[in-house]
């Protein structure tokens, strides 16, 4: 998560080769560490897959109910791991059930990393806590796609010229909902892009109808998670 990498002027393409979960993934995790940074990102992983289902067409959003559509194609272990879910529910259900719902999946990380993994981005490893509890982390393998990535957000956020895809809009959006900037820009390149940023964090970018129903599903989350007396804001590899 190195802040000082130099900005490119030529958008990478990244999304040809990540999904939206992997990229907020990429951005959450410390790259020595194999854990992500202070935060609570589950509403951000849970909205990434739904973006991307919608994107892909399997789902459609119904008077804010999420209805599954019948199809053959993989999208890879950890979307068709929610995409299952989904197709199983005995009725349609609210975007805002499914954030919370998938957010709370034991395997929905697991899932995610080891994609990344495969990918070549990431390493597995297995660790001791006081020598009594195993822990997996994923630590950095290759910063190649990470990199891409920020790259192309840092070209995003210093040229409001640039017209993006939904996807780096959403991936935008999210990192900034759930905090995860500060971790991977500096605070010039924050500071310049500062307005940039804010249009881009309201929905500007966002034309899919489902895209942007996420994002409201995710900040109204969050909100909920914050104002309760019972929320614990805690890393999500544990």
Not at 42 to 47: L, V
């Amino acid at each position: 998560m190195d802040a000082s990498q130099v900005a490119t002027s030529t958008p990478s393409g990244v999304f040809q080769d990540i999904t939206l979960a992997q990229a907020i993934l990429l951005l959450s995790l410390d790259d020595v560490t194999g854990q992500t940074e202070a935060g609570y990102y589950q509403p951000a992983f849970a909205g990434a897959a739904l973006a991307e289902l919608f994107l892909h067409g399997t789902i459609e959003l119904q008077d804010d109910l999420i209805v599954p559509l019948r199809h053959r194609q993989s999208l890879g272990a950890f979307l068709d791991l929610c995409d299952r879910a989904i197709g199983r529910a005995p009725q349609n259900l609210s975007l805002s059930h499914w954030v919370a719902r998938l957010s709370d999946q034991k395997d929905f990380v697991s899932t995610l990393a080891d994609e990344l993994c495969h990918l070549g981005a990431l390493s597995k490893e297995k660790t001791r806590i006081f020598g009594l509890f195993s822990r997996t982390i994923w630590p950095e393998a290759s910063p190649v796609l990470e990199n891409r990535l920020k790259q192309d957000l840092r070209t995003f956020i210093a040229d409001p010229a640039v017209a993006m895809d939904e996807r780096l809009s959403l991936t935008l959006a999210l990192a900034d909902a759930v905090d995860l900037l500060k971790y991977n820009f500096s605070a010039d390149e924050l500071g310049v892009g500062a307005a940039r940023i804010d249009a881009i964090a309201a929905g500007e970018g966002l034309h899919h109808p489902g895209l942007k129903a996420v994002l409201g599903a995710v900040k109204s989350a969050l909100a909920d998670a914050n104002s309760s007396p019972d929320s614990v804001t805690a890393t999500i590899l544990q």
